[in-house]
């Protein structure tokens, strides 16, 4: 079993930061890709951003880039989600995942990752 614990939502005025933390135990960490989704009510869940199990390669969508920055730190089997210039279609519920594959690219289909977390709230005011 692994369990992804997301920490660091809130609420912020637009234009303001917020730090995202993911931590996950009971697998070992550094062999996955690691996504950040988002689920806005009354949408499906997106993916966010992605980093490969080295760190080496991230995916964002397109409405992030430039503005979000995701890293992992192996030693401490943690995720980050750096979010900058938040607006308020960035409200949402964050939800940080463990993807399927080992040694994996990072990928941006909720089916390619198989643990979740139980989600942070994010909440961008105008």
């Known amino acids: 079993q692994v369990q992804p614990v997301e920490s660091g939502g809130g609420l912020v005025q637009a234009g303001g930061s917020l730090r995202l933390s993911c931590a996950a135990s009971?697998?070992?960490?550094?062999?996955?890709?690691m996504g950040w989704f988002r689920q806005a009510p009354g949408k499906e869940r997106e993916v966010v951003a992605a980093?490969?199990?080295?760190?080496?390669?991230?995916y964002y969508e397109h409405s992030v880039k430039g503005r979000f920055t995701i890293s992992r730190d192996n030693a401490k089997n943690t995720v980050y989600l750096q979010m900058n210039s938040l607006k308020p279609e960035d409200t949402a519920v964050y939800y940080c995942?463990?993807?399927?594959?080992?040694?994996?690219?990072?990928?941006?289909?909720?089916?390619?990752?198989?643990?979740w977390g139980q989600g942070t709230q994010v909440t961008v005011s105008s």
């Open positions: 009971g697998r070992t960490f550094s062999n996955y890709a």
């Open positions: 980093i490969s199990w080295s760190g080496g390669t991230t």
């Open positions: 995942a463990v993807e399927r594959g080992l040694y994996s690219s990072p990928r941006k289909m909720v089916d390619d990752y198989d643990y």
